[in-house]
Each structure stands twice: as C-alpha cells, then as structure tokens.
C-alpha cells in the first residue's frame, strides 16, 4: 500500500498549528471508535462475542482518551502563568527524569521513556509541574521521538524566552522490541539544545553531569 489519503490544504494547515492540535478535524463518534476496535478484533482472528471481548471495544475506546489526551491540552497555555519574583535568580532550572507514555504514529505502539527538562531564565521563571505537563501534553498524542523533543523545546523557547533551553528523552520503542527486529533495552536519546546550552559549553556540560550523562 503506497497510497495516501490525499490531505487538502486545509485540513492540513489545521494539523500543523502551533500546538499541533486536531481538535478541529471531524471526530468519528465512540460508537464508530468501538465498532473499529471490534473489526480489529476480527482482523487478529478472534470473536468479539466471546465473554472476554464483549467490553473489549469499550475498554480500548476509554483507554485512547487518555493515551491521547494530549490532543485536547494547549501546552501554550499551560505556560502562561509566570513568576517575575526570582531575587535575580538566573542560574539553570532543570526537571529531570519526567516519566512519559507515548505511542509511535508509525505502529501505534507505546513508547515509554523519560524526559529532562532544563531553561535559563532570562526574569520569569515557570511552576515546575508546568514542564511536566507541557512534557505530557505532546506525549500524549502519536509521536516519533525526534519531533516530540523539539515540541518541548520549541514551545518553552517561544513561550518562557529564556537564554536557553535543552530537552533530553531518552525512551524504548514498543514497536521494537515487540515486532520488527525485536530488540529489548535498547534506549533511544534524542536532544534539543537552544540559546546557552548550545552556545556555551560549560552550560551544557553542566546540565549534563546534573543529569548524569557524560558530554
Ligand atoms: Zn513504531
């Protein structure tokens, strides 16, 4: 299968706003989402009137609600609330080991890793649960790890406008450990360094024995 579906202009610009939400495409309604899963059941090879499958459809359909939940947040604004009253700090904020699931938008299978979060506040700093959850916000949607780092990244550099900025994942990809070549513990790391963390050496050495990676 090499086809596409064809994506008019429009729908595709409203799949590639600054949020990358598609709150605005057409949802299918949950009765359409659980007769899919009901089908996929079929295509596995198994019966979904058996007793163990009759609430399956049901159970995967509120299962997507949270796995994609991210959909529906606007990381923009879950930055907006900012706090001018730092005593001049302007040292590195860092949040690291920020635990995630993700699924891969190739596969559909999860992704599950953990993310370090750091910034240079140039005045306002951020409340740190905000990182975590703009973290989820983009984790909580179809993903391929390199452009979910530069989500994070992108979203505080153009909201926070910080001296700088580095996202750090580090994550296992379902779809290769349990298909395909069917490799375990094998880590993905991807990295985003804006402003200082890429100009200055000492402050991305510094993040990175915080984090305890070697430069
Ligand atoms: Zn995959």
Redesign the pocket.
Known sequence: MSAHPTISPEASSLTNNSSGSVSSIDRPTRQEAEAAVELLLRWAGDDPSREGLRDTPARVARAYEEFFAGYSVDPVELLQRTFEETDGYDEMVLLKDISFESH?E??M?PIIGVAHVAYMPRRRVVGISKLARVVEAYARRLQIQEKMTAQIANTLESVLDPLGVAVIIEAE?Q?MTTRGVHKRGVSMVTSRMLGMFRTNPSTRRELLSLIGQRS
């Open positions: 891969c190739h596969h299978a990809h779809c």
